[in-house]
């Protein structure tokens, strides 16, 4: 599993306790991934892997077709989704799952992006689809009412 944008480990941990295998989880700030791998440390997981890492600029050093999993929560905000998808359509294996959880855009919440550059679930859809990817569902996230998700799939 890669997490793209791993801030605290708010979605990191849940994951990694999951699932059996390593969960890679990437940030461009070295004090995210110190906080998320001082809280996996504490709650005994030893399946995290953290780094630092601009995986715009530099991809996200994972093998082509190496992961299961990728995770694109609350960040698809950014200036190049496009190439953010792209990287993880890489190095999804086929069959490989897209999850994306974003702030929505028709309310205001009490943090996140403000409501003007928030991506809609459609946007963030089709973006994926141009990337490659087929869609699985849209979620409405039962924990969140300022949250939408959506699952995508590398053919």
Known sequence: M???GCGYGTFTLPAARRVQGRVYALDIEPEMTCATAAKAR???LANIETGVRDFLAHGSGRPDRSIDYAMLF?????EQPA???NEAYRV???GGKLGVIHW???RPTPRGPSLEIRPTLEQCRDWAKAAGFEFVRSEELCCCSWHWGLVMRRP
Request: net charge positive.
């Open 92 to 94: 999804l294996k086929p």
């Open 83 to 85: 190439a953010l998808l």
């Open 104 to 106: 929505r855009r028709n």
């Open 2 to 4: 890669l997490e793209f």
């Open 74 to 78: 609350n960040i698809l905000h950014i």
């Open 42 to 44: 504490e709650a005994g």
